[in-house]
């Protein structure tokens, strides 16, 4: 069958989801209210709260929220087939995502432009309040540690994209000073700064000593390094330990400095990359070699595992954090609401599309696939086939593959050294809250919050492992990632259906999707927790029985919660301000 | 032809301003921190900080009064902190 076919459905699945789900549930169940005076006018103060053009804060909430893990997570998802994380993306989308996205933005409009932490508080308590604090921890500290491994993983599978990477660097750092000191317009500088990371990438593509090859430096594949171990560990070791160092300077620094100015070239990367990988699919038009469902994936059940390997694609509790922390204070009329909100969740699912797409088109034969996607373990490395694949479709409008691949690699490395430099310091500002509300003034600076992230980071990245050795604790986090990741997608559910149900709304769209969730990381936590990681299977992985079990009594902690606040919740029709 | 020139041109004008949203933003606030660096060297005086340069910073009172308010609210100071001006 022809991928052609799976994008044309998706789209035509994301357009029904947004002409009709979309519009019924802004106008029966949130009601969007177009007279409604939107915290962006109310508060209006030209920094935070200003008034934006839709197009424009579509655009910005979806850069802001796409990054590499819709890749990722479907890269591995494709074990059991297409079919299974295919309809995952596409169902997730239009009813989860779609909702949950639309739904914070709402909420948080409704409320002040408060952040779903906050509105946590004020409709649930102060407990919902450090739940909500100690998930969101939980969630960036996978997040730094699955995204060095991912950045340390491409560097050593593409040695080529190392030299445009940090060349992007101090581009962005001029481009910063740039704008802060002349006011200038960023596009045409960052646009330079892309063609000479482009430009890079294709000298490194075909000179091979531009390469930093820091396996082949260490005496290459299967040779022993210091402290017996191989050269590609000591590799994951090293470039753990520089992205660290990194990650502790570029997160120390004002966010204008670097983040921001990277974060617009990456834009200019995100929008590029899709526009490349469905033109070439159009043009290549590849076949799917990837089985339908893979009868041999008996290692790993899909049921429940699928949901938590593919999070971002299909809902991220990530996207409430964005919606509810910039965008909702920039939002010029509440009917807005829809168009920003589902349309940023449907922008997430296209990228997710196209990342299932690369994977089960690159491989000759199914069993070469199947060869590859051999085991739950071995599809960790799926990322790596995405790379390829995507190099296959952008081969399709003349770009060598060999090139390609290394541009490929090029953006998802800046998409995740953005996303590590964001989580670390949200990581150093929730270590520093936390400190305030237990009395712990030593860890609240500065200084003192970001050694502890990155140092705890490191730990948890380099810490667990099995045969493959140092640098394979980023496969076996990625689930838990997307646990913690859905269960912050179940809280702001929770909070939107608590509202609704106060409003005397419907609360089913809101509740569905959350049980659902709830369900499936409850599930899939004790499939993983009580039956591979426990002592008493056989595991001696102490940490991720740790981290698992952890996440575990969080989920059944949200369960708990949401019993007895949907139990015990009274009308209020005129609620209009949450207080 | 006008009016294509016109659309391209709106275009690449919507992009940019979709990717400079989050930066107008921080340096927006950046610059509002430099300015209330100032306003505090300004009202210093007045807040009981000696001021050298008070002579001439009273001269800036009329272009900076109308400020005040915001500033000492941003400043974690929910009432006004002079007497002599009674904004709230």
Redesign the interface.
Known sequence: MSAIWLALIGFIVFFLGYRFYSKFIAEKIYRLDPNYTTPAHKYKDGVDYVPTNRFVLWGHHFTSVAGAAPIVGPAIAVYWGWLPAFLWVVLGTVFAAGVHDSGTLFLSVRNKGQSVGTLAHKLVGQRAKILFLFIILLLVLMVNAVFAWVIANLFINNPGSVLPVFIQIPLAIWIGYHVYKRSGSMLLPSIAALIVMYGTAVLTSYITPLQINVVEYLGGEGTTSLFGASATEMAFLIWIIILMVYVYIASTLPVWKLLQPRDYINSHQLILGLLILYLGLFVTTPEITAPVTNSAANDTPWFPILFITVACGAISGFHGLVSSGTTSKQLNNEKDVRFVGYLGSVGEGLLALIAIIAVVTFFPTQGDFLGFYSDFDSAGGGLNVFVDGAAVLASGIGIPESVAATIVAVIIVSFAATTLDSSVRLMRYIIAELGLEYNLKSITSKHAATTLAVVSSTILVLLPGDDRGLGSGGYLLWPLFGTSNQLLAGISLLLLAIYLGRKGRNMLPALIPMVFLMFMTLYAMFLQVFTQWAPWAGSSDWLLFILGAIVFVFAIWISLTAISVLINYKKDENLEDVS | MVDKKFSFKRM?E?????????????????L?DEDDLFLLLVYSDMLGIPNPAFYYTLELYPYIVEKFH?WHLRMGMEKSPLDGIRCC
């Open positions: 690449i919507l992009y940019d301003e979709m990717l400079s949203v989050p930066h107008r933003t921080e340096i927006a606030r950046e509002r915001d």
